[in-house]
């Protein structure tokens, strides 16, 4: 088996970890055993590029339990867990290619490598691996029946393939289940932010003026957590419609040129070129903390701050100092990479059980009905949407009502007012 992982050594603390993320992981657990039984994924090949963590080896077991066969790579090149991935081939004999803190050459070798085993089905975190397929291996796009995506990131980029029609395979957007957004991008990112920027710099929250670029599904839950921690959140927005939700759930809403003066740690979650740039860092106070936790290390315009300082130094890991020519410090965290994923451990095992258990069942979704599907970024369908969360309480021991007859005849009629 080819693979190409940090130490095999570590497999034996990624088996731990991988077993204690497992307990938390009850709807994925449930799809688990019944694709031992039912072997729906039965010879399928699927590559997947996902952040590699005890949380994404729980769902690579789930789809090796379906009878596919499945290869991962890395979609960042400073998220692997490499004990993870050591448990993942020594343990599970699953091929994985990723290793913490890989340069961007390698990051794109793994993800040929993983193409190297021409799947049929991919799974994707951000659509690096759809677009490397769609650039350098078009030979191989046409052995694709199709496949899913993670992350907004992902969503937004498929979907401009697909309007300029060069998408060539239909893609289940997984990011857009209601059981995925609502849940991973605003508690599991609002959560694993903090603790990225707690775990890096040790710093104390409250008190503190933390500013949230964007305020999205990610930003509202960043913003709502830091509130919660006794943090003064500021929120930065270009969406009307976004920035007056920000001002009614409570925060001072500004312009960037504002927040930058008064920002001690900012935080972007936009999805954006550039939201932190040369204006800003002129801007800044003396020892600001900017962190990102969009998916690509594009929103800070760290060459320009590189530009601006007089020398940049680790002071602690994942956190370097840029000293400014007018004496200021710019602290930036986990080289602008996702800080939850490089800083801290990515979203906790309970939120990713639902993302999972999406990523489980499209895959076998699209295995049927791929052929009945157009070249184009699909929704996940409600049914299976409503599933998962129905299985998510049940696994929390909750119960909830269902209408009387009488209240879904009234809620399906029209002729009954005042
Ligand atoms: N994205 C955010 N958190 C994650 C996790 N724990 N595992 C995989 N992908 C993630």
Known sequence: MKYDVKDLGLAGAGKNRIE????????????RERFEKEKPLNGAKLAACLHVTSETANLMRTLK?????????????LSTQDDVAASLV???????FAIK???DKTYYEHIHAALDFHPEITMDDGADLVSVLHTDRVDQVGDIIGGTEETTTGVIRLKSMAEQGVLRYPIIAVNDAQTKHFFDNRYGTGQSTLDGIMRATNILLA??????????WCGRGVAMRAGGMGANVVVVEINPLKAIEAVMDGYRVMPSIEAAKIADIWVTVTGNLHVIDRAHFDAMKDGAIIANSGHF?????????????????????????????DGRRIYLLADGRLVNLAAAEGHPASVMDMSFANQALAAELMLKEAKNLKKDVIGVPTDIDQEIARLKLASMGIDIDVLTEEQYKYLHSWEMGT
């Open 20 to 31: 204690w993320a497992d307990k938390d992981m009850p709807v994925l657990r449930l799809i």
């Open 207 to 216: 008190g503190r003026t933390l500013v949230v670029t964007g305020y999205g």
């Open 297 to 325: 290390n594009v929103e800070i315009n760290i060459a320009a701050l590189e530009e601006m300082a007089e020398s940049r130094r680790e002071v602690r890991n994942f956190v370097e100092e840029f000293l400014m020519k």
């Open 90 to 96: 020594k343990d599970y004999e699953i091929p994985v």
């Open 65 to 77: 339990a379906g009878g596919a066969e499945v290869v991962l790579c890395a979609s960042n090149p």
């Open 101 to 103: 803190g890989e340069d």
